[in-house]
């Protein structure tokens, strides 16, 4: 058997155990599996294509790269779960400068060498490869700064006049640079306007990402991630490679999907999302001649209420994860079981900074997965709710994404916290959500606000309930 053959069955292997990685993320109970069997794909695929004999010349520079892999992955394998959002927006980065470097050595490589090499399928997926990777590279940068709150990337959005037609502009130019290349491939100028598209291509993915806001950045890391699956399907075809091919697929197709339930969620289309520039302050909508005032809580006020509770429905948001609260949550739940309360956990699609955040974290606090409740099943029970915590959560319980046509928010589903028969919201300050106007749940007859820290608060809840058992 030779080594091209053994190769090829080991992209098979490869490729199918990628197919099972995410067809186990389906589920929490086979989640680690899915993490296993994609590590397993991805150490096959190395090791195989390594040993090809026209590769194995290189063994210092690949062991090398291997090394400084590490150096830069084990540290960011350790970052708290409150930054899994912006260290998966690096990921994205890294896998997008890869592919954009692929395919710009690929091409001068060739240029200078092989020019016959040059077709034109081959140089439109060339094309295709640095135009999505390295705006995927810049974008994901762009994404990543606003999550960690870099002080000079702003966390609102940028807007400024003829932003979308500009950008628009930008990219139409880098295609149509594109295709004088395709036609052209090997002219004394192409080179030249090769890296003008490379340079139109990182400026793109800045401008891309500055007028979002914070709120859409679970769909903008859904979109960078088939951003970057799909600059993978792009180098699987210039490297004539099968298995970049399907993982790169894989990994866009998923992107796509996941993207597509994100903007359902909040009732948004992929292009008001890209161009929408959802989080800016409307002062409109915040100065309607009407005096809003807040009603306080104490701890020990919210305990006495909740230990009467029958059904306590928990709505974790972005506080929660700023404050690293979930093991003080862990602690809440406990008491409340202890006393024979039924607690929920609901879970709306946007809620935190990227797809998953709160189950991530809840998980790590090891809160039974059968408690976690999303949007659309607890809405039925939020009526018969006796108490609904609001746990750092913000634009996804505003009402007026119901009726208010003037809202950024309208028409976005969001949990029935206002059904329930008590609020008790947990935030740390009387400013607005990412959407930029205030939320209508905390001005309710029914609704008491617990100011501060959403760990401290909870800390104090639990002290308070295990003051009453003692």
């Known amino acids: 058997m030779t080594i091209y053959t053994i190769t090829q069955l080991a992209y098979v292997v490869s490729a199918a155990l990628f197919i099972f990685a995410l067809y186990w993320m389906n589920d929490p109970k086979s989640a680690r599996w899915g993490v296993y069997s994609g590590v397993a794909a991805m150490l096959i695929a190395i090791l195989a294509t390594w040993a090809q004999p026209q590769i194995i010349i290189h063994h210092g520079w690949i062991v090398g790269a291997i090394i400084l892999g590490f150096v830069v992955g084990v540290p960011l394998s350790r970052v708290p779960l409150t930054a899994v959002p912006q260290r998966t927006a690096l990921s994205h980065a890294f896998g997008g400068l890869a592919a954009g470097l692929v395919g710009t050595a690929e091409y001068f490589l060739w240029l200078h060498g092989e020019q016959h090499n040059l077709t034109t399928f081959r140089m439109t997926a060339i094309i295709v490869e640095i135009v999505l990777g390295y705006l995927t590279f810049t974008g994901s940068l762009m994404a990543a700064g606003k999550l960690q709150g870099i002080k ?3 966390q609102r959005p940028v807007t400024y006049p003829l932003q979308n037609v500009g950008n628009i502009g930008l990219l139409l130019l880098a295609l149509v640079l594109g295709v004088a290349i395709v036609m052209n491939p090997a002219e004394a100028w192409s080179s030249s306007v090769f890296l003008g598209i490379v340079g139109l291509s990182l400026v793109f993915g800045v401008l891309l990402i500055i007028p979002i806001g914070g709120a859409d950045m679970p769909t903008v890391i859904s979109i960078l991630n088939a951003y970057a699956g799909l600059s993978a399907v792009a180098m699987g075809f210039v490297l004539n490679n099968k298995l970049l091919i399907t993982a790169g697929a894989l990994d866009g197709s998923s992107g796509l999907i996941l993207s597509i339930i ?3 969620a909040m009732n948004r289309s992929f292009v008001n999302v890209l161009f929408g520039a959802f989080g800016q302050v409307q002062a409109e909508a915040v100065s309607d001649g009407e005096q809003k005032v807040y009603k306080s809580e104490t701890s020990e006020g919210a305990a006495l209420i909740l230990e009467q509770a029958s059904l306590v429905v928990i709505i974790p948001g972005y506080g929660m994860a700023v404050s690293q609260a979930q093991h003080k949550v862990r602690e809440l739940y406990d008491q409340l079981k202890k006393r024979g309360i039924t607690v929920k956990f609901a879970i709306h699609p946007v809620a935190g900074r990227m797809p998953g955040h709160m189950n ?6 090891e809160i039974p997965y059968t408690d976690l409740v999303e949007m659309d099943e607890i809405n039925p029970d939020m009526p018969q709710c006796d108490v ?6 913000n634009d996804v319980v505003n009402p007026a994404a119901r009726y208010n ?5 309208y028409g976005m589903p969001i949990i029935d916290a206002d059904k329930a028969k008590t609020v008790f919201a947990v935030k740390r300050s009387k400013n607005p959500g990412f959407a930029g ?3 209508e749940l905390y001005f309710s007859d029914k609704t008491w606000m617990l100011f501060g820290d959403a760990k401290a608060v909870v800390g104090e809840l639990v002290k308070q309930l295990s003051l009453d058992t003692d």
């Open 388 to 393: 609904a915590l609001v746990l750092g959560a």
């Open 152 to 154: 000079w990337i702003p």
């Open 360 to 365: 991530v974290l809840l998980a790590e606090a």
């Open 405 to 409: 046509k003037t809202s950024p928010i």
């Open 437 to 439: 106007i205030d939320n």
């Open 262 to 264: 994100m903007c359902k």
